[in-house]
């Protein structure tokens, strides 16, 4: 059965830095471009970033630059590099497979002084 488990969220100060990661089980990596997201309260989950199976990346607007995507295909694990975070990244982050299946819990990331 496939799983997705997210970790690695906390409480940050404006400029800080996180690491998400997710670690992924019941299926193999390899063969799927991965995602995350995020959903901000009373606001629809929007796209993060992606990295492909081979290991290209796109990245929105908003995170361009600050955040990095990343993979580890021995480790089953797509990590989330989080830099100079602003208060307006605060959210339940998440990670999925493109095409996307089951959502885990995601981890909560809160940017405040």
């Known amino acids: 059965q496939l799983q997705l488990v997210e970790s690695g969220g906390g409480l940050v100060q404006p400029g800080g830095s996180l690491r998400l990661s997710c670690a992924a089980s019941?299926?193999?990596?390899?063969?799927?471009?991965m995602g995350w997201y995020r959903q901000a309260p009373g606001k629809q989950r929007e796209w993060v970033a992606i990295?492909?199976?081979?290991?290209?990346?796109n990245y929105a607007d908003s995170v361009k630059g600050r955040f990095t995507i990343s993979r580890d295909n021995a480790k089953n694990t797509v990590y989330l590099q989080m830099n100079s975070l602003k208060p307006e990244d605060t959210a339940v982050y998440y990670c999925?497979?493109?095409?996307?299946?089951?959502w885990g819990q995601g981890t909560q990331v809160t940017v405040s002084s």
């Open positions: 990295i492909t199976s081979g290991g290209n990346t």
């Open positions: 999925n497979t493109i095409p996307s299946n089951s």
């Open positions: 019941g299926f193999t990596l390899d063969d799927y471009a």
